[in-house]
């Protein structure tokens, strides 16, 4: 018998799973070859080791844990044992589904809701259509100025958009031409229905502003006939 | 002298089948004693496969709560084919090896900072005999470190096999069973294994100055 097939079967004969004239073949051979002797010895030696080795006790936090998880297990293993039963568990386990999942929900949900009702509440009054009042200034707005009053310009043949700049007060202070040529007989005209014209000031938020005001010179010629 | 042995070892097999079968329809009756029964009989041994295989006790326990719930859930699945230990220890082996995978994927870039007292024992908790002499007990903490040290350095295909062969003592037959390969293969896996084991061992002891304590008379 040949040293290899010895330490082939060496394993198992160490485990006394070589019986017969094999395991006499073997035990002829480790009489007469030293190295396969030492080979068995080694393995005995290791098998030993690994026998003897420690069997660490199972922590008390697993067992715990697990005695923890067995009642788990057996109740629901219990609770699935019937129809009815199971139908009650997969109910209660939708219904505390359900809990889990709104449940994290239900105060920012409820704070929202009360919010927008309590916002929803002080818009209402400013809601509705309110009274027209006669002469009444809007607050909330810009009112543009407006000509009151200006004497009647003597207009030459020119015909012009002019933008005056109204200050505050009333006053015009200045004017632009916007479109148009305009003389300089006009320019006197201009000066002078500026000096005499009122108008009522432009407002911001109630309160009296500059502004400016478009003003159309156009000559109209009406031919009398007859 | 065999035969006889033979027919004790396949009369225990017939009573511990029995009362695997007894135990399994307990189980399924939600018996509270039976899911104990159950635990007293097996948290230890599959703790300590996990263990050797993982060679990590966070690991394991958690394969053992792996390996537990699975046996809780498929109970109802257990059909008798094999014997009650050998289901439950290939679930252990196929959780160890799925931890081990989930490992090597996710924890190894993994830095720990919690800490472990209160898992952590002392070596002295663990040894079998507390009664043995000082010097005993350090020759055993050598050896018991060095082969463990060489077991995780080995191959996890053979590695299972060996633990489960000298560790958790289960025959080849069982083992087969377990890992659901062909006796050949298991045969194949535990000399492979015990040769990579004494290798490991080899390359260690010659690392280190050998020592021999044996005892010899005074000249």
């Known amino acids: 018998m040949s040293c290899q097939t010895v330490l082939n079967s060496l394993s198992e004969f160490l485990d006394h799973r070589v019986s017969g004239d094999e395991r006499t073949r073997v035990t002829a051979h480790l009489a007469e070859c030293r190295e396969c002797a030492a080979h068995l010895r080694d393995l005995s030696e290791l098998r030993n080791g690994l026998k003897n080795m420690p069997q660490p006790a199972v922590p008390e936090r697993l067992r715990t844990q697990l005695q923890v998880l067995a009642s788990h297990e057996r109740a629901r293993w219990n609770a699935t044992k019937t129809l009815p039963l199971a139908l009650r568990t997969w109910a209660v386990d939708i219904k505390l589904a359900a809990d889990n999942l709104m449940r994290p929900l239900a105060v920012p949900l409820a704070g929202g809701l009360v919010s927008a009702l309590l916002l929803f509440a002080l818009l209402v009054p400013t809601l509705g259509s309110r009274p027209s009042v006669l002469n009444d200034v809007p607050t909330g707005f810009y009112t543009a100025a407006t000509l009151v009053e200006a004497a009647p310009p003597d207009i030459s043949n020119d015909e012009a958009i002019v933008e005056l700049h109204v200050d505050s007060k009333g006053q015009a202070t200045d004017y632009s031409v916007q479109r148009g040529q305009v003389s300089p007989a006009m320019q006197a005209d201009l000066t002078q229905m500026m000096f005499f014209a009122r108008f009522t000031p432009a407002t911001w938020f109630g309160q009296p502003t500059n502004g400016k005001v478009l003003v159309s010179f156009r000559r109209i010629n009406y031919v009398v006939r007859g | ?219």
């Open chain 2, 1 to 219: 002298m065999a035969t006889s042995i033979l027919e004790l070892n396949a009369q225990k097999t017939a009573v511990t089948d029995s009362e695997d079968l007894a135990l399994v329809r307990a189980l399924r009756e939600g018996s509270e004693r039976a899911y104990e029964t159950l635990l007293l009989r097996f948290q230890q041994p599959v703790y300590n496969l996990a263990l050797r295989l993982l060679n990590d006790p966070s690991d394991a326990s958690d394969v053992v709560q792996e390996v537990f719930l699975k046996v809780f859930r498929n109970v109802g699945h257990f059909r008798g084919q094999s014997s009650l230990k050998t289901w439950i220890f290939r679930i252990a082996i196929n959780e160890a090896h799925n931890q081990r995978r989930w490992f090597f994927r996710h924890r190894h870039r993994e830095v720990g900072i919690e800490d472990e007292q209160d898992d952590a024992r002392s070596r002295a908790d663990t040894l079998a005999d507390a009664a043995q002499s000082p010097f005993d007990y350090v020759l055993d903490l050598e050896n018991q470190a060095v082969i463990e040290a060489a077991l995780t350095r080995i191959n996890p295909t053979f590695r299972a096999a060996v633990v489960l062969r000298d560790i958790t003592d289960l025959s080849y037959e069982e083992i087969a069973d377990v890992l659901q390969v062909s006796l050949g293969t298991v045969k194949s896996r535990i000399l492979r294994g015990r040769e990579a084991l004494r290798h490991e061992l080899g390359k260690k002891l010659q690392s280190q100055p050998l020592m021999h304590w044996l005892p010899k008379t005074a000249e």
